[in-house]
């Protein structure tokens, strides 16, 4: 309220306007310049009644106009505080003045434009993380899902545990080698991480998260209104993560540790010893997300931190929207018993529980070994798609112009562009030319990765990789032949 | 900290264990003894470091250990408090200690022990709410799931649209005369209530909500940390509402206006009216809920608020749940544009978006007329059960042992047990018996219905709901027979 000059504001009793319409006049005219910017409180009532020598009925009536008008939010015991944005052209009744404080976390524009560019029947994506598709087995998971919805109808149409369905809590408990009491189904991972943060973090906790890491994550843990602090598993500095914990008490630590989105690393077993030793010794949980476990191209990723981990200082999140297919939207975690009662009634409140035929037909399909077998396809086919996507960009692209590391498993090639070209202006050409990728400045909660972006080369079939790279190269080329920020021209950097 | 009585710690620098270690076991022993309550803000260190005349480093070591042991946590900034129980055998880790505010939201033992004899295959239960599920077309559903998966392989497996499928969009906006760019698939309708807390709500606010009401909707809200506030509606007292509008500045009220859970209670059409008023002159967002609108015996209730509000001060919530099998998992709500946009976002980061077979197979179900032919059996044949509870009932109790008055729709039958008999002490003689329902003090915020109950009449078969209602009629007469709580008999109240 300091910025406010009352002394400019003359409250005139004979003006035909009344003593409280004035003041909020002068008050939205405050908000709207940017004097009061969001978030700011105003005086308490009584106080700008004394400053400004007017009666307390004013200054409340002053205040309700406001809120009325979008402009700020009471709060009862807490004061009234400034709105974010109080144009809402199309909500007659000033919605935005009601949103809570999390709720304001912006729509970013950004995705907004990748999303639209997607939906263009013309445009090769390679920016939604996604396993190939095309090869899943849609007509034999069909007849699982016949069979559930036939067979056990009271189980499909009628309500189900929270926890999940016990046949799909044993299949993967069974697969996993976890206590099928240990598991709990989701929604989704997503859903996971939605009720770890409500179980865990209050607005201001720390959270580290991996650096670059999984966009999902940042923002699921970002709308709980918490600090996120970067660490970066592929150069895995365990003095750094220990200044981190000593620094920061972070609340939740959360890897990605096997072929990681989006950089592809993988934590040693070394590494994975050390993590847990030091997030034990200071007491920081792990939730581990193991999504792309199964899609090393040979072999297997060292074992999860979760069957490493000796004091109980791991929850892992898994899914099978990356082995499967995300469409599905079923995933789930382990997490000791006590835990797994607490989220449990968080999801209870959060969606009830994850609808039944789904989780039916997976646990038949996971069983019967379906999945098994898809996956040794998944594993060959996206091993093929990465080959095409490699070759092509050595192919079609400058040399130097874009460099990378190529990735023992998952569904992303992590990119690093040469000669400083800078990743948001070669999104907007590649989106132009028909062609969209993630730009880094998605995996970074800080605003970093100027010239990175990532790459999903598992979710197209092979021809169109092919005619997606060129089009990455014809944009590349045509940003190495424009002027440069500041008018300079590109110049190799040899 | 103030009940802690520091006269009687001598910390002994001459013992064998650490001046830290000390004053460890002497605040643990008086959190024990709860002489600190959990919440309870522990001094800050240097103050406590001050009063008992010892190195702030020896407070720190002290504090830290009793939040490694599960006993309080601490927040940066904001210094160190009790938890709510130390006590987690499972947990080596003490991950209580590092729970969040609004997760220690308690198991409900009442609940969970419903919960667990719903599970006993020899017990009736009256409790949950559910539709009629044996007459559900599963064959018929069955074949627009394969339709979907066989036919539209990519929409099913792949990702969807947060705001929901546009097909299910298209087939609820026609269905309800809603602009389908205004309508937002859910996963079930209470996820709705989530989503609309993390919107709205913040710790401290102010809900408004039926009393009594959807144990949910209760629990939704609950678990944000608001207030709520009940208002009656089956009395519609608008006098009230605006004393409670003037006196608590709620940000929501939340209402489920037609066969209102648990009551039955429906508001008229002026009653609707008067509400769409006042909220609109307080600018109070009005969550309808009309689960129960379709379900109606004899036509059907006036139009929705939403379809009557004239001041964008309606979101609208409805569900496949009730109209059609719970185990769906589908809702969805309709709103303003710029709130749809704003929930989707906040949606995205909760679980992404809604499985895809179940809204295209709903889509189909709907648009193809399958949902109005089950309508026409469900309405009729929730009219017969209704008629065999109540008969039932009527034949097996005690006159005026347990009185309702009949509803004209939904699924619930909202009762009163005559000469005092309390409801808990009923539902223990029940549960015994083998027969449950649901206590009415599951639907008040503030522990009220002591002799209040609801009997679901739509889940089960008539011939299960007679023998349930026997057994019932059975625990009534057994707890008119038994010494009352203070040790006097039944007397009936003539």
């Known amino acids: ?50 400053q400004l020598g007017v009666s307390r009925t004013t200054i409340i009536n002053a205040y309700r106009e406001l809120e009325a008008r979008g402009f700020v939010r009471g709060q009862v015991g807490r004061g009234t505080y400034v709105c974010a944005n109080p144009d809402v052209a199309d909500a007659p009744l000033a919605w935005r003045s009601k949103l809570a404080y999390g709720a304001h976390a912006p729509v970013d524009p950004a995705v907004e434009g990748l999303m639209r560019a997607a939906a263009r029947p013309d445009v090769i994506s390679f920016a939604v993380g996604s396993p190939a598709l095309d090869g899943f087995p849609a007509e034999q998971f069909q007849l699982f899902l016949a069979e559930a919805a036939l067979r056990q109808p009271a189980a499909v149409f009628g309500h189900g545990p929270t926890e999940g369905q016990p046949a799909l809590r044993q299949a993967i408990g069974a697969r996993y080698r976890i ?43 970002g709308a709980a209104g918490v600090r996120l ?21 972070p609340k939740l630590l959360y890897t990605n540790p096997a072929y990681q989105n989006p950089t592809g690393a993988t934590l040693s077993i070394a590494q994975r010893r050390d993590l847990i030793e030091l997030a034990a010794r200071y007491r920081v949980p792990i939730v581990e997300d193991d999504a792309y476990r199964e899609l090393g191209f ?42 797994i009662r607490q989220l449990a009634q968080i999801k209870l409140r959060s969606d009830m529980h994850t609808a039944n035929l789904m989780q039916l037909a997976l646990a038949e399909f996971v069983t019967s070994g379906g999945l098994d077998r898809h996956l040794v396809w998944l594993r060959a086919e996206h091993a093929r798609r990465l080959d095409v996507m490699t070759a092509s960009l050595t192919a079609c692209l400058p ?37 969209l990728f993630a730009g880094a400045n998605l995996f970074y909660s800080d605003g970093s990765g100027l010239n990175e ?38 110049r190799p950097i040899v």
């Not at 003593?19 to 009584?46: F, H, K, N, V």
């Not at 660490?231 to 920061?248: C, G, K, P, V």
């Not at 791991?314 to 297919?325: D, G, P, R």
């Not at 790459?455 to 197209?460: G, H, R, T, V």
């Open 298 to 339: 040979r072999g297997s990723p060292p074992p999860p931190l979760y069957q490493l981990d000796e004091h109980s200082v791991v929850i892992y999140l898994n899914t099978f929207s990356k082995m499967l297919a995300p469409g599905l939207r079923v995933g789930w975690l382990a997490a000791p018993r006590a835990l």
């Open 399 to 435: 040399p130097a112009a874009l460099t990378f590391r190529v990735p023992e498993g998952g569904i992303f090639l992590w990119c690093r562009l040469g000669f400083a070209i800078e990743t948001a202006r070669l999104l907007d050409r590649a989106t132009a030319a028909g062609v």
């Open 1 to 50: 309220m300091a910025r406010v000059d009352f002394s400019s504001l003359t409250l005139s009793r004979t003006r035909s306007a009344a003593l409280y319409q004035q003041l909020t006049e002068a008050l939205a005219e405050s908000i709207r310049r940017g004097d009061l910017p969001p978030g700011t409180r105003l005086l308490p009532e009584r106080q700008l009644a004394g």
């Open 229 to 249: 602090v970067g660490w970066d598993i592929a150069r895995a500095d365990f003095e750094e993560l220990e200044d981190i914990f000593l620094r920061y008490r």
């Open 453 to 490: 972006l990532r790459l999903c080369f598992a979710a197209q079939p092979p021809e169109v990789i092919r005619e997606g790279v060129e089009r990455l190269g014809a944009a590349v080329a045509a940003e190495l032949s424009a002027p440069r920020t500041g008018g300079d021209d590109y």
């Open 179 to 221: 206590a099928p009491d240990q598991v709990m189904v989701l929604s989704g991972s997503l859903q996971g991480l939605d009720l770890l943060a409500k179980c865990f973090l209050e607005r201001g906790d720390t959270v580290v998260v991996d650096r670059p890491g999984n966009r999902s994550a940042l923002q699921a843990f």
